[in-house]
């Protein structure tokens, strides 16, 4: 079992930052992806940025210029710098690994979510 632990939301002004960080501790044996989703209120949850174990990356168009996806290997530790926040970045921002297991299973984790509030 992995489990993820995010960190750094919290309620922010219109053109403000924020870094979420997502530590992965527990059974890890290979990480692959590790991925920031967000879900606001009535909406599906949408992937925002992934990071691959290479480290290529690739954004969601609207957070592209934006937002900044980045991973300390060593650490199992994602990040996501968010510049420039607008309202509609409001949601439950949730950490995403692929899992690679020693007999290699691929296997998906989830975290909590943290909220992130962007106010007008």
């Given at each position: 079992?992995?489990q ?5 939301g919290g ?5 403000g930052?924020l870094?979420?960080?997502?530590a992965?501790?527990?059974?890890i044996f290979?990480i692959?992806?590790m991925a920031?989703y ?7 949850r949408?992937?925002?940025a ?5 480290g290529?990356?690739?954004?969601a ?5 934006r937002?900044t996806?980045?991973?300390?290997n ?10 420039s ?8 921002y949730?950490?995403?690994?692929l899992h ?5 299973r ?5 975290g ?9």
């Amino acid at each position: 079992q992995v489990q993820l632990l995010e960190s750094g939301g919290g309620l922010v002004q219109a053109g403000g930052s924020l870094r979420l960080s997502c530590a992965a501790s527990g059974s890890i044996f290979s990480i692959n992806n590790m991925a920031w989703y967000r879900q606001a209120p009535g909406n599906q949850r949408e992937l925002v940025a992934v990071i691959t174990n290479g480290g290529s990356t690739d954004y969601a168009d609207s957070v592209k210029v934006r937002c900044t996806i980045s991973r300390d290997n060593a650490e199992n530790t994602v990040y996501l710098q968010m510049d420039s926040l607008k309202p509609e970045d409001t949601a439950v921002y949730y950490c995403y690994v692929l899992h690679t297991s020693y007999t290699g299973r691929y296997f998906n984790y989830w975290g909590r979510g943290t909220q992130v509030t962007v106010s007008s």
